[in-house]
């Protein structure tokens, strides 16, 4: 089975990347949740409110997830045909940037921060139409917001773009996309609503290293896979032909 299929093994795992990467996004979106919550007035923070606003930044988030996905992969399907081999090297970048994302979890290896640099620029461009939605008090301004707040740049996310780009199929690579936005979502949901619970468990040193492993084996089954391929396609070339 080719890994980066969208069949249901892949999309689960996107699921679980995005669940076991919690810890970075209590970091990143947990004080944009405390800040949405607070800065509705208190006459309003009614919680099926609260709930319906929470909702909707996510959802703009998860949203603006696959829309990347969906752009990075068609570059992906454009190299892919304008240059032999590259489908092969796209596929070993994605596995390891997926080992860098597990390293970054664990703690033991901060080097992915530095991949986040390539986004700053655009996002001091849109990071300002964000602050002009606050205070969000309606739902469309918080789903505005989510879609704003989704292209801040995040190591993690820059690690799932790079398995969309090998996956060079729009629609996949959205639903992959979008799969681990929903697996980041009950963490990010739970930060928002101060679930101390959920927090400590996910910034556990021994879940990060679960989560860490857990990706790590998944990517060297990619790598894995990918050199049984090679292997075989070397094979069939110096095979003889028979006439």
């Known amino acids: 089975m080719d890994p980066t299929d969208l069949s249901l093994p892949p999309l689960a795992a996107a699921f679980v990347f995005g669940l076991l990467g919690g810890a970075h996004c209590i970091g990143m979106c947990g004080g944009i949740m405390s800040a949405l919550t607070f800065a509705v007035p208190p006459s309003m923070r009614q919680p099926g409110r609260l709930a319906g606003l929470l909702l909707g930044y996510n959802l703009g988030r998860i949203i603006s997830y696959m829309i990347a996905g969906a752009l990075v992969a068609l570059l992906g399907s454009v190299l ?60 469309p301004q918080a789903f505005a917001l989510g879609s704003i707040w989704g292209w801040m740049p995040c190591g993690l996310i820059y690690s799932m773009l790079a398995w969309s780009l090998a996956v060079a199929e729009p629609l996949r690579a959205a639903a992959m ?62 095979a003889p032909s028979h006439h």
């Open 80 to 139: 892919n045909h304008a240059l032999d081999g590259i489908a092969l090297v796209l596929r070993i970048l994605a596995a390891v940037m997926l080992i860098l994302m597990a390293l970054y979890i664990a703690n033991w290896w901060k080097g992915l921060l530095r991949v986040e640099v390539l986004g700053r620029s655009l996002w001091r461009r849109i990071e300002p139409l964000g602050r002009g939605l606050m205070p969000v008090v309606k739902v």
């Open 177 to 238: 996309m979008g799969a681990f936005g929903l697996g980041t979502l009950p963490v990010v949901l739970a930060t928002g609503m101060a679930a101390r619970r959920v927090s400590l468990w996910i910034r556990h040193p021994a879940t990060r290293t679960l989560a860490a492993l857990l990706i790590i084996a998944f990517a060297v089954w990619q790598l894995w896979h990918l050199h049984s391929m090679t292997g075989m396609d070397d094979m069939a070339s110096m």
